[in-house]
Nanobody, 112 residues
Framework: QVQLVESGGGLVQAGDALTLSCTASGDTQCISSVNWYRQAPGKEREFVARIFRSGDVTNYSPSVEGRFTISRGNTRFPVYLQMTGLKPDDTAVYYC?????WGQGTRVTVSS
């Protein structure tokens, strides 16, 4: 089983940038994408971005496209989520996911 750990969250102001990281320990058998999700207070968890196994194919939620970039190096992990032009609506706990495994999340708070 793989353990995913997110880091990089924090309190920022609207318009600021922040980069989240997702690292993994243990042997992963997952061959599908690595994903970022988020859950805002009182809302359902929602998809944010994914990077496919090849490492060069990504896709994004319309709400973050053009502002967020998911990336990684030559290995499956770590995976990064570079967030720019942050808005108060981006306030959420951000989770890393692959297959059935989830991290504990890292909190991002964007003040107006």
């Amino acid at each position: 089983q793989v353990q995913l750990v997110e880091s990089g969250g924090g309190l920022v102001q609207a318009g600021d940038a922040l980069t989240l990281s997702c690292t993994a320990s243990g042997d992963t058998q997952c061959i599908s994408s690595v994903n970022w999700y988020r859950q805002a207070p009182g809302k359902e968890r929602e998809f944010v971005a994914r990077i496919f196994r090849s490492g060069d194919v990504t896709n994004y939620s319309p709400s973050v496209e053009g502002r967020f970039t998911i990336s990684r190096g030559n290995t499956r992990f770590p995976v990064y989520l570079q967030m720019t032009g942050l808005k108060p609506d981006d306030t959420a706990v951000y989770y890393c996911n692959e297959c059935a495994d989830w991290g504990q999340g890292t909190r991002v708070t964007v003040s107006s």
